[in-house]
C-alpha cells in the first residue's frame, strides 16, 4: 500500500494543488495544440528552440513556468516576484529574467531549469521587458531603460540611457533581432526611438512618433523596420516604420484591437489582436499587407464570443515552424497554443466521385485544388488512392496533375464492390501546407444483414453475458464467428466461437464483462453477398470502495453518516480498486459552505494504486472547527492511467472537523 501525505493548516482549500498531478509525455508537437497553463497572469514569453522549450512568466504569481512544445509543464521556478520579461542567451544556454518586485535579473540554466545568479539594480530600478544585444542585456524600468554586461569579472550596470527620446512615463518596451548586431528599439507612451548599442551605453539614432495604444514593438530581421502592435493613423492593424528615420510605411491590417506583434527569423509577421468575434492571430509575408493565415481561438467560457490574446503574448519558435500564443478566456483560464506552419497558406482539394457505380464498369472522379492568396501551378502533381474490400489499407493509382484552374479529373474501374474510397493529396510546398480531399461511390453487390446485441451497455464487474448475433439472407454460407476483445493491450483479440446459425438465423457467446469489451460478429461472405461484419461495444464497471479512519466516532449530520475528526487529526482515506499496471485512482473533493458542496482547487488529484489495488491518502488536518468535507474515489476513463474499464465512482464519504 502506498501513502501520500497532503497537509497545510488550509488542507481542504489547497488539497490537491501541487505535486500530486502527473504530466504528460515529453515531445514536440506536430500539429496543432492547446494547453491550459497553471498561471494567473502572463507578462512574457519566449521560446527556446535548442531545448524545445516555452517560458512563461506569471507576475502576479511570481513564478516561470517551462513547457515543452505541446505545453506540457515540464517545471515551475517560484519565488521570483512580480517576474514580468524574459529573454534567451545567444546560445540557449541562460534565461535572463526581469524580478520587477526585487529590482533585479536572475539567470536561469536552461538545461537543469535552475536560478543561478541574481543580479541586483538598485533602488526604484524596476525591471519589466529584456533584450539581449552581443551579449548584454538591456532592461527597461518605467520611461528609462539600461544594461546589464555580466561577461567580465564584476557585472556592469548602465542605467538612464533613453537619451531625449521624449518617453512620456508609460512604460518602455524594448525590441532587438539577434540578426540585427548593436541595434535597439525603444518605445514608451506615443514615441519611438532606435539606438546604437555597440558602445557601452546607447546612443540615440533616430526618434519619432507612433500610436499610443501600442502594447508591443519588434524589430525586422534585416534591421529596416520597427513594427509596432498598433498602426498610427486609425484603421487596426500593425505600424511599419523606417528603423532609420521611424518614417511611417505600409502597416499589416488585423482585426480589433491589436495587442502583439513577433517577427520570425524569416521575416513572417505575426500580428496579434484581442478580438471576441474576429481571428486573433494574423500571419504575413514581409511586405504584404494581406495575411497569408489567419488563427482564430475557440470560445472556452462562458461569453458570446471567443478567448482572446493576452497582451503581447505571441512568439516564434526560432526556425518559424510554429508560433506560440496565449489566450485567455472571461473565467481568467489561461491556454498555450502552438499554431504550426503559420507562414503556410491553406489551399483546398475537393473530389467528387459518383453517388453510385456497378462493379467492372469505367467510372470518373474530378476535383480542384485552390489556394486564395497565391494561385498554384498548372501539373502540380496529386497523388490518389483507392480504399475498397479488396485493398483496404489502400491502392495507389496513377498521380493526377492539375490544370491551369486548379481542376482534375480521372477514370477507374473499380474491381472490388461495396464503398470505394477515392483520396487526393497535396504534399505541400514552401508555400502551402498539405492538403487531401476524398469522395466514395457505392459499387453495386449483394449484401446482407448482420446485427448484435448489447451494445453500448454497461455491466457490473464480472457479470457474465451473452451475445447474440443475427445473420439474414445468404447464399450458401451460414457460418459466423464471435470474437471478442478486451480493452487492453495485454488481452488479445479471442474467438470464442464460431458455428452455423440456426434456423432462426442466430448464435450466441457468453463473455465474462471484467473490461470494456469489443465484440465482433463476422460473416466472410459468400458467391453472391458480400462479406459482413458488426462491432458493438459493452461495458464493464470496477470496484471500488472507500475507508476512512483516524476518526473518534462516527455520527449524523442531517442525512447523512459523517467521520468526525478533532480539528488536528488528519483523516485518512484508503481505497480499493480492481487493479490494472500503471491504474491511478482519482480522489474527489468537496467542502460544504453556504449551503453547497464546493469542489476544492486542484480536485480531482490522482493517486497510483499498489499491485494490491489500495492507496492510501493523508488528507491533511482542517486546523479549524465546523468544517463540513466529502470525499470520494473514482476510476475515471482515460485519466486514471489506462482505458480498460468505464468510468465508476464510490459512495460519498462525509468528514467533520469538531473542536
Same mark, same amino acid.
Given at each position: 500500500?502506498?501513502?501520500?501525505?497532503?497537509?497545510?493548516?488550509?488542507?481542504?482549500?489547497?488539497?490537491?494543488?501541487?505535486?500530486?498531478?502527473?504530466?504528460?509525455?515529453?515531445?514536440?508537437?506536430?500539429?496543432?495544440?492547446?494547453?491550459?497553463?497553471?498561471?494567473?497572469?502572463?507578462?512574457?514569453?519566449?521560446?527556446?528552440?535548442?531545448?524545445?522549450?516555452?517560458?512563461?512568466?506569471?507576475?502576479?504569481?511570481?513564478?516561470?513556468?517551462?513547457?515543452?512544445?505541446?505545453?506540457?509543464?515540464?517545471?515551475?521556478?517560484?519565488?521570483?516576484?512580480?517576474?514580468?520579461?524574459?529573454?534567451?542567451?545567444?546560445?540557449?544556454?541562460?534565461?535572463?529574467?526581469?524580478?520587477?518586485?526585487?529590482?533585479?535579473?536572475?539567470?536561469?540554466?536552461?538545461?537543469?531549469?535552475?536560478?543561478?545568479?541574481?543580479?541586483?539594480?538598485?533602488?526604484?530600478?524596476?525591471?519589466?521587458?529584456?533584450?539581449?544585444?552581443?551579449?548584454?542585456?538591456?532592461?527597461?524600468?518605467?520611461?528609462?531603460?539600461?544594461?546589464?554586461?555580466?561577461?567580465?569579472?564584476?557585472?556592469?550596470?548602465?542605467?538612464?540611457?533613453?537619451?531625449?527620446?521624449?518617453?512620456?512615463?508609460?512604460?518602455?518596451?524594448?525590441?532587438?533581432?539577434?540578426?540585427?548586431?548593436?541595434?535597439?528599439?525603444?518605445?514608451?507612451?506615443?514615441?519611438?526611438?532606435?539606438?546604437?548599442?555597440?558602445?557601452?551605453?546607447?546612443?540615440?539614432?533616430?526618434?519619432?512618433?507612433?500610436?499610443?495604444?501600442?502594447?508591443?514593438?519588434?524589430?525586422?530581421?534585416?534591421?529596416?523596420?520597427?513594427?509596432?502592435?498598433?498602426?498610427?493613423?486609425?484603421?487596426?492593424?500593425?505600424?511599419?516604420?523606417?528603423?532609420?528615420?521611424?518614417?511611417?510605411?505600409?502597416?499589416?491590417?488585423?482585426?480589433?484591437?491589436?495587442?502583439?506583434?513577433?517577427?520570425?527569423?524569416?521575416?513572417?509577421?505575426?500580428?496579434?489582436?484581442?478580438?471576441?468575434?474576429?481571428?486573433?492571430?494574423?500571419?504575413?509575408?514581409?511586405?504584404?499587407?494581406?495575411?497569408?493565415?489567419?488563427?482564430?481561438?475557440?470560445?472556452?467560457?462562458?461569453?458570446?464570443?471567443?478567448?482572446?490574446?493576452?497582451?503581447?503574448?505571441?512568439?516564434?519558435?526560432?526556425?518559424?515552424?510554429?508560433?506560440?500564443?496565449?489566450?485567455?478566456?472571461?473565467?481568467?483560464?489561461?491556454?498555450?497554443?502552438?499554431?504550426?506552419?503559420?507562414?503556410?497558406?491553406?489551399?483546398?482539394?475537393?473530389?467528387?466521385?459518383?453517388? #453510385? @457505380?456497378?462493379? +467492372?464498369? !469505367?467510372?470518373?472522379?474530378? %476535383?480542384?485544388?485552390?489556394? &486564395?492568396?497565391?494561385?498554384?501551378?498548372? $501539373?502540380?502533381?496529386?497523388?490518389?488512392?483507392?480504399?475498397?474490400?479488396?485493398?483496404?489499407?489502400? #491502392? @495507389?493509382?496513377? +498521380?493526377? !496533375?492539375?490544370?491551369?484552374? %486548379?481542376?482534375?479529373?480521372? &477514370?477507374?474501374?473499380?474491381?472490388?464492390? $461495396?464503398?470505394?474510397?477515392?483520396?487526393?493529396?497535396?504534399?505541400?510546398?514552401?508555400?502551402?501546407?498539405? @492538403?487531401?480531399?476524398?469522395?466514395?461511390?457505392?459499387?453495386?453487390?449483394?449484401?446482407?444483414?448482420?446485427?448484435?446485441?448489447?451494445?453500448?451497455?454497461?455491466?457490473?464487474?464480472?457479470?457474465?453475458?451473452?451475445?447474440?448475433?443475427?445473420?439474414?439472407?445468404?447464399?450458401?454460407?451460414?457460418?459466423?464467428?464471435?470474437?471478442?476483445?478486451?480493452?487492453?493491450?495485454?488481452?488479445?483479440?479471442?474467438?470464442?466461437?464460431?458455428?452455423?446459425?440456426?434456423?432462426?438465423?442466430?448464435?450466441?457467446?457468453?463473455?465474462?464483462?471484467?473490461?470494456?469489451?469489443?465484440?465482433?460478429?463476422?460473416?466472410?461472405?459468400?458467391?453472391?453477398?458480400?462479406?459482413?461484419?458488426?462491432?458493438?461495444?459493452?461495458?464493464?464497471?470496477?470496484?471500488?470502495?472507500?475507508?476512512?479512519?483516524?476518526?473518534?466516532?462516527?455520527?449524523?449530520?442531517?442525512?447523512?453518516?459523517?467521520?468526525?475528526?478533532?480539528?488536528?487529526?488528519?483523516?485518512?482515506?484508503?481505497?480499493?480498486?480492481?487493479?490494472?499496471?500503471?491504474?491511478?485512482?482519482?480522489?474527489?473533493?468537496?467542502?460544504?459552505?453556504?449551503?453547497?458542496?464546493?469542489?476544492?482547487?486542484?480536485?480531482?488529484?490522482?493517486?497510483?494504486?499498489?499491485?494490491?489495488?489500495?492507496?492510501?491518502?493523508?488528507?491533511?488536518?482542517?486546523?479549524?472547527?465546523?468544517?463540513?468535507?466529502?470525499?470520494?474515489?473514482?476510476?475515471?476513463?482515460?485519466?486514471?492511467?489506462?482505458?480498460?474499464?468505464?468510468?465508476?465512482?464510490?459512495?460519498?464519504?462525509?468528514?467533520?472537523?469538531?473542536?
Amino acid at each position: 500500500m502506498r501513502r501520500r501525505s497532503i497537509s497545510t493548516a488550509t488542507a481542504l482549500a489547497v488539497l490537491f494543488g501541487s505535486a500530486a498531478l502527473a504530466v504528460g509525455a515529453a515531445g514536440p508537437a506536430t500539429a496543432d495544440s492547446a494547453r491550459i497553463l497553471p498561471v494567473k497572469s502572463v507578462g512574457d514569453m519566449v521560446v527556446d528552440g535548442v531545448h524545445q522549450l516555452v517560458y512563461v512568466s506569471d507576475p502576479t504569481s511570481g513564478k516561470i513556468i517551462v513547457t515543452d512544445y505541446s505545453g506540457t509543464v515540464r517545471t515551475t521556478l517560484a519565488d521570483e516576484p512580480g517576474v514580468t520579461g524574459l529573454a534567451l542567451s545567444a546560445d540557449s544556454s541562460q534565461l535572463y529574467a526581469a524580478v520587477k518586485g526585487d529590482n533585479r535579473i536572475v539567470t536561469v540554466d536552461t538545461q537543469t531549469a535552475t536560478p543561478t545568479v541574481s543580479y541586483p539594480l538598485g533602488t526604484d530600478v524596476a525591471p519589466s521587458d529584456l533584450e539581449v544585444v552581443d551579449g548584454r542585456i538591456w532592461f527597461s524600468y518605467g520611461d528609462d531603460f539600461g544594461s546589464l554586461d555580466i561577461s567580465g569579472a564584476e557585472p556592469v550596470i548602465h542605467l538612464d540611457q533613453r537619451g531625449d527620446a521624449g518617453f512620456t512615463g508609460s512604460g518602455t518596451v524594448l525590441a532587438a533581432d539577434p540578426s540585427v548586431p548593436g541595434v535597439l528599439a525603444a518605445a514608451d507612451g506615443g514615441r519611438l526611438a532606435v539606438y546604437d548599442v555597440t558602445a557601452d551605453g546607447a546612443t540615440l539614432r533616430t526618434k519619432g512618433s507612433k500610436d499610443s495604444f501600442a502594447k508591443q514593438i519588434d524589430l525586422t530581421p534585416d534591421g529596416k523596420q520597427v513594427l509596432t502592435s498598433w498602426a498610427e493613423g486609425g484603421g487596426y492593424g500593425v505600424g511599419a516604420y523606417s528603423a532609420t528615420d521611424l518614417a511611417q510605411q505600409s502597416n499589416y491590417p488585423t482585426d480589433p484591437y491589436p495587442n502583439a506583434v513577433r517577427i520570425a527569423p524569416d521575416g513572417s509577421v505575426a500580428g496579434g489582436s484581442s478580438s471576441w468575434y474576429w481571428p486573433d492571430v494574423h500571419i504575413f509575408r514581409p511586405g504584404d499587407p494581406k495575411p497569408v493565415r489567419e488563427f482564430e481561438f475557440p470560445n472556452t467560457g462562458n461569453s458570446s464570443g471567443g478567448d482572446t490574446l493576452v497582451d503581447g503574448a505571441l512568439a516564434w519558435a526560432p526556425d518559424s515552424s510554429r508560433i506560440f500564443a496565449v489566450s485567455q478566456n472571461d473565467g481568467g483560464v489561461y491556454t498555450l497554443r502552438a499554431l504550426t506552419d503559420p507562414a503556410k497558406e491553406l489551399p483546398t482539394l475537393t473530389v467528387a466521385a459518383p453517388t #453510385k @457505380a456497378d462493379l +467492372a464498369k !469505367k467510372l470518373t472522379v474530378t %476535383g480542384k485544388l485552390t489556394s &486564395t492568396k497565391t494561385a498554384l501551378p498548372a $501539373g502540380t502533381s496529386l497523388s490518389v488512392t483507392r480504399t475498397d474490400l479488396d485493398s483496404p489499407s489502400g #491502392k @495507389a493509382l496513377p +498521380a493526377v !496533375k492539375t490544370k491551369a484552374d %486548379g481542376s482534375f479529373s480521372f &477514370t477507374d474501374i473499380p474491381p472490388a464492390g $461495396g464503398k470505394v474510397t477515392y483520396k487526393v493529396s497535396f504534399a505541400g510546398d514552401t508555400t502551402h501546407t498539405a @492538403a487531401s480531399g476524398s469522395d466514395a461511390v457505392e459499387v453495386s453487390r449483394n449484401a446482407t444483414t448482420l446485427s448484435l446485441n448489447n451494445n453500448g451497455k454497461l455491466y457490473s464487474y464480472g457479470a457474465d453475458v451473452k451475445f447474440t448475433a443475427h445473420l439474414g439472407t445468404t447464399y450458401k454460407n451460414r457460418t459466423v464467428e464471435i470474437w471478442a476483445n478486451p480493452f487492453g493491450g495485454d488481452k488479445p483479440n479471442k474467438l470464442i466461437r464460431t458455428a452455423t446459425v440456426n434456423s432462426s438465423g442466430n448464435i450466441s457467446a457468453t463473455v465474462d464483462m471484467t473490461r470494456d469489451t469489443d465484440v465482433t460478429a463476422v460473416f466472410k461472405g459468400d458467391a453472391r453477398y458480400q462479406p459482413k461484419t458488426v462491432k458493438v461495444t459493452a461495458y464493464a464497471k470496477v470496484k471500488v470502495s472507500t475507508a476512512v479512519t483516524k476518526n473518534y466516532k462516527k455520527a449524523a449530520i442531517g442525512s447523512h453518516t459523517y467521520y468526525w475528526f478533532h480539528k488536528n487529526t488528519s483523516p485518512v482515506v484508503t481505497t480499493t480498486m480492481t487493479y490494472y499496471p500503471g491504474r491511478k485512482q482519482s480522489l474527489e473533493l468537496e467542502v460544504y459552505y453556504a449551503g453547497k458542496w464546493y469542489e476544492v482547487d486542484g480536485s480531482p488529484a490522482y493517486f497510483a494504486l499498489a499491485a494490491n489495488g489500495k492507496s492510501a491518502v493523508s488528507l491533511g488536518a482542517a486546523g479549524e472547527s465546523g468544517i463540513k468535507a466529502r470525499v470520494r474515489a473514482a476510476y475515471i476513463n482515460g485519466s486514471s492511467g489506462d482505458t480498460v474499464n468505464s468510468t465508476t465512482y464510490s459512495d460519498w464519504k462525509y468528514i467533520y472537523f469538531s473542536n
